[in-house]
Protein backbone atom coordinates (compact mmCIF):
# COMPACT_ATOMS: atom_id res chain seq x y z
CA UNK A 1 0.00 0.00 0.00
CA UNK A 2 1.30 3.41 -1.03
CA UNK A 3 2.03 5.97 1.83
CA UNK A 4 -0.90 8.30 3.24
CA UNK A 5 -0.57 11.73 0.63
CA UNK A 6 -1.15 14.72 2.51
CA UNK A 7 -1.44 17.93 0.34
CA UNK A 8 -1.19 21.44 2.13
CA UNK A 9 -2.65 24.15 0.19
CA UNK A 10 -1.53 27.78 1.11
CA UNK A 11 -3.29 29.53 -1.07
CA UNK A 12 -3.06 33.42 -0.81
CA UNK A 13 -1.01 33.17 2.12
CA UNK A 14 2.42 33.19 3.76
CA UNK A 15 5.29 35.56 1.74
CA UNK A 16 8.98 34.27 2.53
CA UNK A 17 9.49 35.03 6.42
CA UNK A 18 6.36 33.12 7.18
CA UNK A 19 6.86 30.28 5.00
CA UNK A 20 10.92 30.23 6.44
CA UNK A 21 9.53 29.66 10.25
CA UNK A 22 6.90 26.93 9.29
CA UNK A 23 9.50 24.92 7.18
CA UNK A 24 12.00 25.00 10.61
CA UNK A 25 9.04 24.20 12.57
CA UNK A 26 8.91 21.14 10.39
CA UNK A 27 12.10 20.37 10.90
CA UNK A 28 12.37 20.64 14.02
CA UNK A 29 9.57 18.41 14.64
CA UNK A 30 11.25 16.15 12.36
CA UNK A 31 14.70 16.52 14.00
CA UNK A 32 12.30 15.24 17.89
CA UNK A 33 11.49 12.45 15.97
CA UNK A 34 14.82 11.19 14.81
CA UNK A 35 15.10 8.49 17.58
CA UNK A 36 12.39 6.69 16.60
CA UNK A 37 12.55 3.85 14.04
CA UNK A 38 10.52 5.18 11.21
CA UNK A 39 9.75 9.10 11.01
CA UNK A 40 5.73 9.90 11.13
CA UNK A 41 6.58 12.56 8.39
CA UNK A 42 9.12 10.62 6.70
CA UNK A 43 6.60 7.90 6.34
CA UNK A 44 3.70 9.85 5.08
CA UNK A 45 4.41 11.75 1.60
CA UNK A 46 3.61 15.40 1.82
CA UNK A 47 3.16 17.93 -1.05
CA UNK A 48 3.33 22.17 0.04
CA UNK A 49 1.80 24.79 -2.03
CA UNK A 50 3.13 27.66 -1.46
CA UNK A 51 2.37 31.07 -3.40
CA UNK A 52 4.30 31.21 -6.43
CA UNK A 53 6.59 34.09 -5.05
CA UNK A 54 7.60 31.67 -1.78
CA UNK A 55 8.02 28.70 -4.54
CA UNK A 56 12.44 29.37 -5.27
CA UNK A 57 12.63 30.05 -1.65
CA UNK A 58 10.82 26.63 -0.15
CA UNK A 59 12.49 24.99 -2.67
CA UNK A 60 16.23 25.45 -1.86
CA UNK A 61 15.72 25.24 1.88
CA UNK A 62 13.70 21.77 1.53
CA UNK A 63 17.46 21.30 -0.50
CA UNK A 64 19.53 22.12 2.20
CA UNK A 65 17.11 20.06 4.98
CA UNK A 66 16.34 16.66 5.57
CA UNK A 67 12.55 17.16 5.42
CA UNK A 68 11.16 14.81 2.76
CA UNK A 69 8.54 17.37 1.48
CA UNK A 70 7.62 17.70 -2.44
CA UNK A 71 6.30 20.72 -3.94
CA UNK A 72 3.44 22.08 -5.81
CA UNK A 73 2.71 24.82 -7.80
CA UNK A 74 -1.30 26.29 -7.33
CA UNK A 75 -1.62 27.15 -11.10
CA UNK A 76 -0.38 27.47 -14.26
CA UNK A 77 -1.28 28.27 -17.94
CA UNK A 78 -0.77 25.80 -20.69
CA UNK A 79 0.99 28.05 -23.03
CA UNK A 80 4.96 27.34 -23.56
CA UNK A 81 6.40 30.75 -23.05
CA UNK A 82 5.38 34.12 -24.32
CA UNK A 83 3.04 37.16 -24.07
CA UNK A 84 0.81 35.89 -21.41
CA UNK A 85 1.28 38.75 -18.85
CA UNK A 86 0.57 37.73 -14.86
CA UNK A 87 0.85 33.72 -16.15
CA UNK A 88 3.70 31.10 -15.22
CA UNK A 89 4.56 28.32 -17.92
CA UNK A 90 4.74 24.39 -16.47
CA UNK A 91 8.34 24.53 -17.51
CA UNK A 92 9.04 27.35 -14.65
CA UNK A 93 7.37 25.37 -12.41
CA UNK A 94 10.07 22.63 -12.70
CA UNK A 95 12.87 24.78 -12.77
CA UNK A 96 12.10 26.05 -9.53
CA UNK A 97 11.45 22.07 -8.08
CA UNK A 98 7.95 21.70 -8.34
CA UNK A 99 6.81 17.65 -9.01
CA UNK A 100 2.61 18.87 -8.91
CA UNK A 101 0.58 21.52 -9.54
CA UNK A 102 -2.79 21.62 -8.76
CA UNK A 103 -5.24 22.52 -11.29
CA UNK A 104 -9.35 22.86 -11.58
CA UNK A 105 -9.43 24.41 -7.71
CA UNK A 106 -13.07 25.22 -7.23
CA UNK A 107 -11.69 29.15 -6.35
CA UNK A 108 -9.95 29.23 -9.59
CA UNK A 109 -13.17 27.58 -11.54
CA UNK A 110 -15.44 30.11 -9.31
CA UNK A 111 -13.37 33.55 -9.13
CA UNK A 112 -11.78 33.55 -11.96
CA UNK A 113 -13.94 31.40 -14.89
CA UNK A 114 -11.65 28.83 -15.31
CA UNK A 115 -13.47 26.57 -17.49
CA UNK A 116 -13.40 22.83 -17.99
CA UNK A 117 -11.32 23.17 -21.67
CA UNK A 118 -8.89 25.02 -20.05
CA UNK A 119 -8.73 22.55 -17.15
CA UNK A 120 -7.76 20.00 -19.75
CA UNK A 121 -5.10 22.08 -21.71
CA UNK A 122 -3.30 22.99 -18.40
CA UNK A 123 -3.60 18.84 -17.86
CA UNK A 124 -1.94 18.14 -21.34
CA UNK A 125 0.54 20.77 -20.79
CA UNK A 126 2.08 20.07 -17.54
CA UNK A 127 1.84 16.37 -18.35
CA UNK A 128 4.00 17.67 -21.15
CA UNK A 129 6.89 18.95 -19.26
CA UNK A 130 7.03 16.30 -16.97
CA UNK A 131 4.63 17.33 -13.83
CA UNK A 132 1.78 15.74 -12.48
CA UNK A 133 -1.47 16.92 -11.74
CA UNK A 134 -3.62 17.17 -8.55
CA UNK A 135 -6.77 17.75 -10.40
CA UNK A 136 -9.43 19.02 -8.29
CA UNK A 137 -13.48 18.79 -8.91
CA UNK A 138 -16.37 19.00 -6.48
CA UNK A 139 -19.84 19.80 -6.70
CA UNK A 140 -21.78 23.19 -5.23
CA UNK A 141 -24.16 22.89 -2.61
CA UNK A 142 -27.12 23.88 -5.41
CA UNK A 143 -25.89 20.89 -7.37
CA UNK A 144 -25.59 18.67 -4.28
CA UNK A 145 -29.32 19.60 -3.60
CA UNK A 146 -30.14 19.06 -7.44
CA UNK A 147 -29.15 15.80 -7.27
CA UNK A 148 -26.44 16.83 -9.79
CA UNK A 149 -23.08 15.93 -7.77
CA UNK A 150 -22.02 12.79 -9.78
CA UNK A 151 -23.30 14.28 -13.05
CA UNK A 152 -20.94 17.15 -12.48
CA UNK A 153 -18.34 15.51 -11.45
CA UNK A 154 -17.83 12.98 -14.25
CA UNK A 155 -18.40 15.63 -16.57
CA UNK A 156 -14.80 17.24 -14.51
CA UNK A 157 -12.66 14.22 -14.79
CA UNK A 158 -13.97 13.02 -18.42
CA UNK A 159 -12.97 16.64 -19.59
CA UNK A 160 -9.80 17.07 -17.74
CA UNK A 161 -8.69 13.77 -18.88
CA UNK A 162 -9.97 13.98 -21.95
CA UNK A 163 -9.09 11.43 -24.62
CA UNK A 164 -7.26 9.60 -21.65
CA UNK A 165 -10.25 8.69 -20.03
CA UNK A 166 -11.59 7.41 -23.60
CA UNK A 167 -9.27 4.68 -23.72
CA UNK A 168 -6.97 6.25 -25.47
CA UNK A 169 -3.29 5.44 -23.93
CA UNK A 170 -2.61 5.70 -20.21
CA UNK A 171 -0.03 7.83 -19.11
CA UNK A 172 2.88 5.88 -17.72
CA UNK A 173 2.88 7.48 -14.32
CA UNK A 174 -0.28 7.74 -13.95
CA UNK A 175 -0.29 6.09 -10.37
CA UNK A 176 1.51 9.40 -9.52
CA UNK A 177 -1.32 11.80 -10.30
CA UNK A 178 -3.53 12.96 -7.93
CA UNK A 179 -7.36 13.48 -8.09
CA UNK A 180 -8.59 15.64 -5.19
CA UNK A 181 -12.60 15.77 -4.46
CA UNK A 182 -13.51 18.96 -2.66
CA UNK A 183 -16.90 19.75 -2.45
CA UNK A 184 -17.32 22.92 -3.03
CA UNK A 185 -19.61 23.74 0.35
CA UNK A 186 -16.76 22.21 2.34
CA UNK A 187 -14.14 24.53 1.73
CA UNK A 188 -13.11 26.91 4.33
CA UNK A 189 -16.41 26.19 6.11
CA UNK A 190 -16.42 23.77 8.81
CA UNK A 191 -18.94 21.69 7.05
CA UNK A 192 -18.09 18.36 5.55
CA UNK A 193 -19.78 15.36 4.07
CA UNK A 194 -19.77 12.59 5.98
CA UNK A 195 -16.84 10.29 5.36
CA UNK A 196 -19.04 7.60 4.26
CA UNK A 197 -20.18 9.95 1.21
CA UNK A 198 -16.86 10.86 0.57
CA UNK A 199 -15.98 6.95 0.23
CA UNK A 200 -19.00 6.47 -1.82
CA UNK A 201 -17.59 9.25 -4.13
CA UNK A 202 -14.46 7.95 -4.88
CA UNK A 203 -15.54 4.70 -5.15
CA UNK A 204 -17.71 5.97 -7.97
CA UNK A 205 -14.08 8.11 -9.32
CA UNK A 206 -12.46 4.84 -9.51
CA UNK A 207 -14.95 2.68 -11.49
CA UNK A 208 -15.17 5.69 -13.63
CA UNK A 209 -11.21 5.83 -14.50
CA UNK A 210 -11.37 2.28 -14.39
CA UNK A 211 -13.33 2.20 -17.62
CA UNK A 212 -10.85 4.75 -19.63
CA UNK A 213 -7.45 3.57 -17.39
CA UNK A 214 -5.64 0.38 -18.68
CA UNK A 215 -3.22 0.78 -15.62
CA UNK A 216 -2.69 2.36 -13.01
CA UNK A 217 -4.58 4.11 -10.72
CA UNK A 218 -4.19 8.22 -9.82
CA UNK A 219 -4.57 8.68 -5.83
CA UNK A 220 -7.99 10.22 -4.99
CA UNK A 221 -7.89 12.63 -2.17
CA UNK A 222 -10.46 14.59 0.07
CA UNK A 223 -10.21 18.40 0.38
CA UNK A 224 -12.57 20.66 2.45
CA UNK A 225 -12.53 21.47 6.52
CA UNK A 226 -9.90 19.54 6.75
CA UNK A 227 -8.27 19.55 10.29
CA UNK A 228 -6.50 17.95 13.46
CA UNK A 229 -9.77 16.66 14.88
CA UNK A 230 -11.52 15.39 12.06
CA UNK A 231 -8.65 13.70 10.02
CA UNK A 232 -8.91 10.45 11.56
CA UNK A 233 -12.71 9.90 10.64
CA UNK A 234 -11.63 10.77 6.87
CA UNK A 235 -8.68 8.78 6.99
CA UNK A 236 -10.50 5.70 8.63
CA UNK A 237 -11.80 4.89 4.72
CA UNK A 238 -9.97 2.56 2.82
CA UNK A 239 -11.10 4.49 -0.22
CA UNK A 240 -9.76 7.95 0.84
CA UNK A 241 -5.44 8.03 -0.34
CA UNK A 242 -5.00 11.58 1.69
CA UNK A 243 -6.28 14.72 2.07
CA UNK A 244 -5.76 18.19 0.61
CA UNK A 245 -5.70 20.62 3.47
CA UNK A 246 -6.36 24.57 2.86
CA UNK A 247 -6.97 26.30 6.54
CA UNK A 248 -5.88 24.25 8.76
CA UNK A 249 -2.09 23.63 7.07
CA UNK A 250 -1.04 27.16 7.44
CA UNK A 251 -0.68 26.33 11.03
CA UNK A 252 2.79 23.70 10.91
CA UNK A 253 1.46 22.62 14.20
CA UNK A 254 -1.81 21.71 12.47
CA UNK A 255 -0.46 19.62 9.54
CA UNK A 256 2.13 17.58 11.62
CA UNK A 257 -1.05 16.47 13.58
CA UNK A 258 -3.29 16.02 10.44
CA UNK A 259 0.01 14.06 9.02
CA UNK A 260 0.97 12.13 12.49
CA UNK A 261 -3.21 11.37 13.08
CA UNK A 262 -3.75 10.54 9.32
CA UNK A 263 -1.00 8.28 9.09
CA UNK A 264 -1.48 6.27 12.18
CA UNK A 265 -5.09 5.20 11.28
CA UNK A 266 -3.70 4.12 7.69
CA UNK A 267 -0.93 1.93 9.77
CA UNK A 268 -3.07 0.11 11.96
P1 LIG B 1 -10.05 24.28 3.63
O1 LIG B 1 -9.22 23.14 4.19
O2 LIG B 1 -9.67 25.61 4.19
O3 LIG B 1 -11.50 23.98 3.70
O4 LIG B 1 -9.66 24.38 2.08
C1 LIG B 1 -9.70 23.23 1.30
C2 LIG B 1 -9.08 23.53 -0.01
O5 LIG B 1 -9.65 24.28 -0.80
C3 LIG B 1 -7.77 22.96 -0.29
O6 LIG B 1 -7.43 23.12 -1.61
Given at each position: MSPPCFVANWKMNKGIAEAESYLYALEKHTAQQMDTPLSKIDFAETILAPPFTALSFVSEFLKQSSLRVDLAGQNVHY???????GEIAPSMLREVGCRYVIIGHSERRQIFGETDPEIHEKLDAIVKCDLRPILCIGETLQERKDGKTWAVLERQLSEAFGEILQGHGTPENISEWIIAYEPVWAIGTGQTPTPGDVASVHRKVRECLCQGLKKGRPRILYGGSVNETNIETFMKEKQIDGVLVGGASLSADKLIKIIERGTAVKRA
Open positions: GGEGAFT
